[in-house]
């Protein structure tokens, strides 16, 4: 066994095994899938998930990668097991060789043999292997083709099929058992349940062989493929000896780190040891995480990141670590990894100003909500009930997680009422929910994917100056619906991707034509035009003109342009760790979202725009080549968030701009006009949106605020100059006439008080008095108070700004409250208010309950 070798040497020599049997290397893809179903990429296929269903042509019939993947959130969910055994992780690699309809079972199994026992030199004596019950052919090749003994092959059912969905692609799947020996469990191999910690799957093989429909029925497909799964870390574990995932060389030293920021040791203290486990292991997960572009927040990926931080951090927390911890775990983090994963070190101070802040936030937030928790923990007896209502306030109220109150609670021998805590979120909560467009519409799925198989894409003619081309109508559905969809050969309009709208236009054939009013995928490779047919038919086979709506274009052209330069500008003015978050261009604006954990101020905003109009007046030539993606890394371009990139692809060189894009552009940086930032603010946690314009509309914003501000004059009849000068003096003016109206009200409703004491019945004053402000209502009442002999008084009305009130005031002698005399008139006026015993006021708003309200009172002073 080759028990020296590390987790970089294990990667290369994994790549290095299979490149050499004609396996292109695919680097690791993103944390953040495409597929809109999953969170993260969670498994080494996702990334090859529309190969393997037939919506992209794989760049090579065989691929090797080394895929990072997190299992946190949603049915992947091993949280809360992560520092508790041995093995489960959030953060893991998988080692992958994939076969797309090129070689299958009597390749793949010797292979994954030779691999175990020929480089990584594993005693072939303690390899168990299973098949499914049905897999005769898989048996067979691993008995008589590589030798392995029948009776160390074993078949198992459910657990050796593999499905991606309920209908799609499937098959049954062979995998490899590493026997750990007697001293982990019972003999009986991986098919004894009861021996699950003896034997260990190291290695599994999926044989995609069979596509099952709607209908439940199964065919063989004509390529059957192979994806293969092999965890490095358990790899790693057997190959070192080791018996935890925690033990092995890149974990043990993020096990030590966390051990030297901590001040505890491994082994003398089991919650320490829990807690320097979750501090290693998820230094992994926030570090891949933030490189790839997700920010702690409080919805969908960023929550997932954000439960995590604060999993790790709490855990400090409670041993007492009074500094910050996070900051040095991913420094070490990227040190560790980043020969293997170059972007760590690009990202390293971007990943390291984010933990900060997020742990500098969150430490505070775990003061206040400890202290409240601990409070609330000692009012009930031991193996009590903590009710959900104070978990909901915690979280509420505080920011205080849920899951970090379900921990603690626990940890202290108590439980929790989460019934009580899910019926007040809720109560309290509505979720916006926002609506994800597909990329196919079930209506036509079959016909579209016919176009696939017969390998009829479309050519996509329109990036350049083309924007009128001939085309041939490969297939249009829907005819005679509100939603009728063209396909063609070629096209000049540009389908919704990247941030960017479709384009509208028309197409006319002889027998027809159609107002395109949007063009978006269908598939990889397949444009769907939307359109409403305006005269005749299209049919399927015809020629015809496609035509793009030209200035629509034009201007879509200058705002996605635009956007580049302001992404520029914004790294800027604000600094290296802004990352774009997500975009979108149209004809009309751009909005762009990004990482930042404060509002851009207004100095701010105007240093971006004078950077980026800066570069604008430059007019430097824009191109726009295409290169491979190596070529693109190596010019030094930056992806663009969430956009899928293949073999090929589109650079933007811009003026200072260097970026992946896809998109349609224009041909100078002058041709955009100016830009201008319309808007900003915040989107959640740490992000922000900034949306602009260009071109003409920001001359049309320029006439609109120039006529406004000429109508604003005219009206203060000062010079255009003067406006703000002029206006300053209206309203200061305007302030001193308010003033001196209320003073007159005060005084005229003072001068009521003289008459309305007259009126007093037993010291007691109980009057409706209309027209006048609360603040005045409640002087008028103060002052008949101060009337000789007057011990009460209680005064209603409607004011004119509307709604009505209600005012008693008594005297200190009188034994009476002045709260207590309104309280039931209160709710005549549907309203509420103070419950001060000497003087105190009610705002409601119904006042046709004002008589009634008064009555009360007069009957609560004996007057009823």
Known sequence: MNDSMTAAELRRAFVDFFTERDHQLVPSASLIPHDQTL?????GMVPFKSYFVGEEKPPHPRVVSVQKCVRAGGKHNDLDEVGRTSRHLTFFEMLGNF???????????????????????????????TVHLSDDEAEDIWANTVGVPKERIQRLDEDNWWRMADTGPNGPSSEIFWDKGPAYGPEGGPANPEADERYVEIWNLVFMQFETDESGNSQELPRPSIDTGAGLERILSVLQGKDSVFEIDEMATLVARAGEITGYRLGTDENADLALRVLAEHARTMTFLISDGVFPSNEDRGYVLRRIMRRAIRFAYLLGVTDLVTPSLVETVVDIMEVDYPQLKASRELIMTTVEREETQFRRTLANGLRILDEQLASIDKGGVLPGAVAFLLHDTYGFPYEVTEEVVTERGFRLDREGFESEMAAQRERAKAARKGVVQAADQDQIQGLIEAGSLTSFVGRDEITEVPVRVLLVTGSGTDTVSIFLDRSPFYAESGGQVGDTGSIVTDSGSATVLDTVYAAPGIQRHLVKITAGQVVAGQAGVASVDEL??????????????????????????VQQQGSMVSAERLRFDFS??????????????????RELLKNPQVRHPEVSKAEAEKMGAIAFFGDKYGDRVRVLDAGPSLEFCGGTHVSALGDIGLLKITSEGSIGSNLRRVEAITGNDTIELLREEQSTKAALAEALNVPI??????????????KEVKAEVAEMRAQLALSQADSLAAEAIDGVVVARVDGISQDDLKNLAVALRDHVGIRAVVLGGAPQSGGAALVAAVSSESGLHAGRLIADGSKC??????KAPELAMAGGREPAGLDEALGLARAALGQG
């Not at 969170?39 to 498994?43: D, E, T």
């Not at 302001?566 to 003015?573: G, T």
């Not at 930042?596 to 109009?613: C, S």
């Open 721 to 734: 100059g003067d406006v703000v000068e002029g206006l300053d003096k209206r309203l200061a003016e305007l």
């Open 99 to 129: 076969s797309f309809g090129d070689y299958f079972k009597e390749q793949a199994i010797p292979q994954a043999w030779e691999f175990f026992t020929k480089v990584l030199q594993l005693d072939p004596e303690r390899l168990w292997v």
């Open 552 to 577: 629509r274009r034009d201007a879509i052209r200058r705002n996605h342009t635009g956007t580049h330069i302001l992404h520029w500008a914004l790294r800027q003015i604000l600094g290296d760790h």
């Open 829 to 834: 006026i549907k309203g509420g208010g103070g």
């Open 39 to 43: 969170l993260f990429v969670n498994s």
């Open 596 to 613: 930042h954990f404060e509002p851009v101020t207004p100095d701010q905003i105007a240093a971006i725009e004078d950077l980026v109009n």
